[in-house]
């Protein structure tokens, strides 16, 4: 075993990928980031150019490898944003862009080709109740179009791991992204697929997360100073990632993943039954499943506020931490603004709304409202999550620069204590940790102190942790009857 291990872990995000060389006790040594466009023209559309991902890789990797110069790398892992489609015709080469999980142009379609009987099978065997944000869906949209003649569907991960080690696989749980994924078995359904009307040679071979292929000569070229044959291990989902470094650090916890969207998770045993409308997503560890919520527009809408106030993120947080108003502010604002929402609600229809507003209206209000409508709906989510498990804290990871506010916010709602994790890049950590246990070598994590890594939490005076709750009270009645109150629900 090495005593000092390199690993080079790719976290392929929503809007920017990270890179980071991180040793044996998942310290990271050095990491860059770079961003991407995400193309918007139309409603509802979301797609990203591939190229830009593997330019973006390339900058980061030799950003970080001229960082620390001459050191090797044991191995490479891969994590990414799922579920993002990326087609591939017979030759291998990407068919026009990929569409991201953001994208809902899919969702009339998911309507449309599903009864509800059959999204009610898609949601017991794959572990969804499915929408347009899904591989197939997302595939079966394009397929009017006589340019798109696709041999083969991935990933976004699994995308970037075929350039790298031409390679066709994919991992459980961004398998589960597909909605043809049968969970008990981990393989893909034949119902589910006969029921989408695909043809399952469309589809990547499913194997481990620890899974290792060696890297090719492309992949070389975009991993500019890595050397050619260096294992490159499958890895997971990004929330997945996460969810397997927080666990490693705090057992029978609740993560909460703060990024463009907040996914909530927490771990149960693989044949257990889930209450309400979970996702049920393969963990690392076969042995568990992870039951997660999804709240889609969370730091996409904090990022909206902002650039509308002109400001940066983390200024609107510092607005709304030292709001002097915070006990009277009567703005309740529903952060629904991606147009649809996979939380308690599950809508794919839902809007964001603003409620109590007044002429004595501050900026400083609207900031803060914002935070609470997120803290709210993470609080919400936690509890239908504490109906399948116990739960002994919440861990909560936000942006590097974040002064813990959701944190704080949600800890005056629950009453199981929250934690904030100063050491940041969940996912990033996770990956490495996987890669770690490829190569044997994730004994020295094992040994460290979990709570040195915890930050700061503020907390607020009792008054206003009153007047939070009292809010969050008439929160939940708007919510109950958002944009529409004699609407059902899309899905029903």
């Not at 065997?125 to 006589?146: C, K, S």
């Not at 709001?323 to 009567?330: A, I």
């Not at 308690?344 to 839902?350: F, Q, Y």
């Amino acid at each position: 075993m090495s005593k000092h291990a390199r690993i080079l872990a790719i976290d392929l995000g929503t809007s920017r990928v990270k890179v980071g060389l991180v040793d044996e006790r998942l310290v990271t040594l050095a990491s860059s980031s770079r961003v991407y466009p995400t193309l918007t023209s139309d409603v509802g559309m979301a797609e990203q150019r591939s190229y830009d991902w593997l330019g973006a890789i390339n900058a980061a990797t030799k950003s970080v490898l001229e960082t620390v110069p001459s050191s090797r790398v044991d191995a490479v892992v891969v994590t990414a944003q799922m579920p993002t489609l990326v087609a591939l015709d017979a030759a291998g080469d990407v068919i026009g862009n990929a569409v991201t999980w953001q994208d809902s142009r899919a969702d009339s379609l998911v309507l449309a080709h599903l009864d509800h009987d059959s999204r009610e099978r898609v949601r017991v065997v794959a572990g969804t109740p499915i929408d347009g944000r899904y591989i197939i869906p997302m595939h079966l949209r394009r397929n009017g179009d006589p340019s798109y003649q696709p041999a083969t569907l991935l990933s976004a991960k699994d995308y970037l791991y075929y350039v790298l080690t031409s390679h066709l696989v994919t991992d459980p749980s961004t398998a589960s992204g597909f909605g043809n994924f049968d969970i008990t078995s981990a393989s893909w359904s034949d119902e589910l697929t006969a029921l989408w009307g695909i043809e399952t040679d469309l589809l990547p071979h499913v194997v481990d997360p620890h899974h290792a292929a060696p890297l090719n000569e492309v992949g070389a070229a975009v991993l500019e100073g890595v050397t050619p044959g260096t294992p490159v291990v499958v890895g997971a989902a990004d929330s997945v990632c996460a969810h397997h470094f927080i666990t490693a650090l705090f057992n029978d916890s609740a993560s909460v993943i703060d990024g463009s969207s907040t996914v909530i998770m927490a771990s149960l045993p693989a044949a257990s039954a889930v209450e309400g409308e979970l996702l049920v997503t393969p963990l690392v560890d076969p042995s568990t499943c992870g039951a997660e919520m999804d709240l889609l527009s969370t730091g996409s809408s904090i990022g909206w506020l902002a650039k509308l106030l002109a400001l940066s993120p983390e200024d609107l947080e510092e607005l709304a931490i030292t709001n002097p108003h915070r006990v009277e502010n009567e703005v309740l604002f529903l952060p629904y603004l991606a147009r649809g929402e996979q939380g308690v609600i599950w809508r794919s229809d839902l809007t964001g709304s603003i409620d109590g507003l007044s002429l004595d209206a501050s900026r400083a209000d609207l900031s803060l409202a914002l935070f609470e409508g997120i803290a709210i709906e993470t609080s919400r989510c936690i509890e239908v999550l504490r109906h399948s498990q116990s739960l002994q804290r919440v861990v909560c990871v936000s942006s590097p620069r974040s002064r813990h506010l959701g944190a704080s916010l949600l800890g005056a709602l629950l009453d199981i204590p929250v934690l904030a994790l100063a050491q940041q890049s969940p996912s990033l950590l996770g990956a490495a940790l996987i890669a770690l246990e490829f190569i044997g070598d994730d004994s020295t994590f094992q040994n460290l102190d979990p709570h040195s890594l915890l930050a700061d939490v503020p907390r607020f005076e009792t008054v206003y942790r009153d007047a939070l709750v009292r809010k969050a009270h008439e929160y939940l009645k708007i919510a109950a009857h958002a944009n529409d109150p004699q609407r059902t629900r899309s899905h029903a």
